[in-house]
């Protein structure tokens, strides 16, 4: 149930929603429905990707929609309710079936990416200009474009703020998840061991107080709510292969092991 369904021309003409004891009930889209009731003898074969039909697109909208088929339940061979069209149910059982973590991960990261255009926030660049400094005075002019270029880039895009967020969203809703994930980090400016390290130094200064703290930020303005949303979106995600910061890592490793 719920497997996508494909025709023989290769095509996704919807997903299976129901089985009756002759035919198969195949529906698809959110706003602009599309509902089919095909014959079980048309199903050439069922695997993990989905079930694959005899026919083609063009055959399954033109013999075997709704509209086609109604005759079949005006003299019983199959149930009235089997063609009958509920459309704000079938586009709940779309969103349902639908949606996935990283569908999801791109919904919160798009309202934290509105929410820091809404507010104007921008992330931190100082430790950008602490890095391209460094770079400008302790190394050569060929490392200097290969490094100081990047990291304005990198500046540039945290500026961006919530531009970046909605690029990294964006990202999450094609399944990029990593590269999502650094555009967000870049966009934010922050993560979990940010705020935690943050709520630390606040609590050691003596500056926390139960009306004016890091965390009130947080959990009361648009870009603190906004910078929680961006987060959450970027732990709800699931990726193939091994995160960004390990790969990462992992060369830097690697590097040291040569030198």
Same mark, same amino acid.
């Not at 895009?157 to 969203?169: C, E, I, N, P």
């Not at 998840?177 to 709520?199: A, D, E, H, P, Y």
């Not at 009361?220 to 990726?239: C, D, M, R």
């Given at each position: 149930?719920?497997?996508?369904?494909?025709? %023989?021309?290769? /095509? #996704?003409?919807?997903? +299976? @929603?129901? !089985?009756?004891? *002759?035919?198969?009930?195949?529906?698809?889209?959110?706003?602009?429905?599309?509902?089919?009731?095909?014959?079980?003898?048309?199903?050439? %074969?069922?695997? /993990? #990707?989905?079930?694959? +039909? @005899?026919? !083609?697109?063009? *055959?399954?909208?033109?013999?075997?929609?709704?509209?086609?088929?109604?005759?079949?339940?005006?003299?019983?061979?199959?149930?009235?309710?089997?063609?009958?069209?509920?459309?704000?149910?079938? @586009?709940?059982?779309?969103?349902?079936?639908?949606?996935?973590?990283?569908?999801?991960?791109?919904?919160?990261?798009?309202?934290?990416?509105?929410?820091?255009?809404?507010?104007?926030?921008?992330?931190?660049?100082?430790?950008?200009?602490?890095?391209?400094?460094?770079?400008?005075?302790?190394?050569?002019?060929?490392?200097?474009?290969?490094?100081?270029?990047?990291?304005?880039?990198?500046?540039?895009?945290?500026?961006?703020?919530?531009?970046?967020?909605?690029?990294?969203?964006?990202?999450?809703?094609?399944?990029?998840?990593?590269?999502?994930?650094?555009?967000?980090?870049?966009?934010?400016?922050?993560?979990?061991?940010?705020?935690?390290?943050?709520?630390?130094?606040?609590?050691?200064?003596?500056?926390?107080?139960?009306?004016?703290?890091?965390?009130?930020?947080?959990?009361?303005?648009?870009?603190?709510?906004?910078?929680?949303?961006?987060?959450?979106?970027?732990?709800?995600?699931?990726?193939?292969?091994?995160?960004?910061?390990?790969?990462?890592?992992?060369?830097?490793?690697?590097?040291?092991?040569?030198?």
């Amino acid at each position: 149930m719920n497997r996508p369904v494909y025709s %023989s021309d290769r /095509k #996704k003409i919807g997903f +299976l @929603r129901k !089985t009756l004891p *002759e035919y198969i009930i195949v529906k698809k889209g959110l706003v602009s429905l599309s509902n089919y009731l095909i014959p079980k003898s048309l199903a050439e %074969s069922v695997d /993990k #990707k989905g079930i694959r +039909l @005899r026919i !083609t697109a063009y *055959e399954a909208r033109h013999k075997y929609s709704y509209s086609k088929m109604r005759h079949l339940a005006l003299y019983g061979q199959v149930p009235k309710s089997a063609v009958r069209e509920r459309m704000i149910y079938d @586009r709940l059982q779309t969103v349902r079936h639908g949606t996935t973590r990283n569908r999801l991960a791109a919904g919160i990261a798009f309202v934290s990416g509105v929410l820091f255009l809404l507010s104007g926030y921008k992330a931190n660049i100082e430790i950008y200009n602490l890095i391209r400094d460094q770079l400008v005075v302790h190394t050569v002019r060929d490392f200097w474009v290969y490094a100081v270029i990047p990291v304005g880039f990198l500046a540039l895009l945290s500026q961006l703020g919530g531009f970046t967020v909605l690029m990294g969203a964006g990202l999450f809703a094609a399944n990029r998840v990593n590269i999502g994930k650094f555009l967000i980090m870049i966009g934010t400016g922050q993560g979990l061991f940010t705020i935690f390290l943050r709520v630390l130094q606040e609590i050691w200064a003596g500056r926390w107080t139960l009306d004016n703290n890091y965390v009130t930020w947080l959990t009361s303005t648009a870009a603190g709510v906004g910078i929680l949303f961006a987060i959450i979106a970027s732990y709800l995600t699931k990726g193939k292969g091994e995160n960004l910061y390990v790969r990462i890592a992992r060369v830097i490793l690697r590097r040291r092991k040569r030198n």
